[in-house]
């Protein structure tokens, strides 16, 4: 099995970036945990509302949402000590990757469906 990913930002929507990489997960064979305050699923698969429900450890979050949304969830992800928390284009935040590698957590300014197709995730 691969590594446990929190993704953040689930979407049904099929042309998000967030949906197209649940999906290259799983078929990577990725045990996905899709995040979400308002969904209950997407295309089958449970969608988390709280952090405290995602079941055993998270290897790597992989955030599809906006700066000032993420940071919000910043003590949820730090308590989760995960491996490395991926910052995909357009979620980059200078700010919260300092405070997350000041807890010893590794982030990555990269796309999750290029370091996937590439095999370096």
Do not use: W
């Not at 979407?11 to 990577?28: C, D, G, I, Q, T």
């Not at 089958?44 to 955030?63: E, H, K, L």
Request: contains cysteine; proline residues 9%; glycine residues 8%.
């Amino acid at each position: 099995m691969g590594k446990p990913t929190l993704l953040i930002g689930a979407s049904p929507k099929k042309e998000r970036y967030a949906n197209k990489a649940m999906h290259m997960l799983m078929e990577h064979g990725h045990e996905v945990y899709p995040y979400h305050p308002k969904y209950r699923e997407v295309d089958g698969q449970r969608v988390y509302n709280d952090f405290a429900d995602v079941p055993g450890p998270v290897d790597t979050v992989t955030v599809y949402v906006r700066p000032d949304i993420l940071e919000g969830l910043l003590p949820e992800i730090s308590a989760l000590d995960p491996g490395r928390v991926i910052f995909n284009p357009g979620t980059e935040s200078p700010d919260l990757q300092r405070a997350l590698e000041a807890k010893g957590i590794e982030t990555l300014q990269a796309c999750t469906l290029v370091l996937l197709t590439t095999k370096q995730f």
